[in-house]
């Protein structure tokens, strides 16, 4: 399966779950106590594989040897930004084989016991806030509706 199948079928499953969510842009990036959290708990747990700047790792969407995917970006680069809020959190929360299987291959840890449901959305506010006006548009008119 290649990667754009696996982000269409993970895009599939979410909003047969999840429908659009309900929230309102539950991703509070405007919130800037929460974003100034969010960027100090992305600093301690995902910056070393997602990046310092959300650049994620070289050649982010080809497989490696072993068969993981590099760590994608989550600037406006990455996918993302293409994926409905409570979709993120559950990825963030549960890893990626909630989606995709339980033998997708990834090197994502599931944070559930980690990290708190508040530190999960103050991750996300923080790289929501990172990205381009236009881009948290995109993102808020598309799945909050």
């Not at 050649?59 to 490696?64: A, D, P």
């Not at 989550?74 to 990626?96: A, I, N, R, S, V």
């Not at 449901?117 to 909050?144: C, G, M």
Request: net charge neutral; aromatic share 12%.
């Amino acid at each position: 399966m290649s990667l754009n199948q696996v982000i269409k079928a993970i895009g599939f499953v979410a909003i047969a779950c999840f429908g659009q969510v309900a929230l309102a842009d539950a991703i509070p990036y405007t919130d800037k106590s929460k974003v100034n959290l969010g960027q100090s708990i992305y600093e301690q747990n995902c910056a070393s594989c997602h990046g310092r700047n959300l650049e994620g790792q070289f050649n982010w969407q080809k497989r490696s040897a072993d068969g993981y995917l590099p760590a994608p970006p989550h600037d406006e680069t990455g996918h993302t930004w293409h994926h409905p809020d409570q979709m993120l959190f559950e990825f963030t929360k549960y890893g990626p084989q909630k989606f995709a299987g339980a033998d997708y291959k990834s090197k994502m840890p599931a944070y559930d016991g980690k990290l708190t449901d508040d530190e999960i959305w103050n991750v996300l506010a923080y790289i929501k806030s990172k990205w381009p006006d236009q881009i948290q548009r995109k993102h808020t008119e598309a799945f909050s509706k």
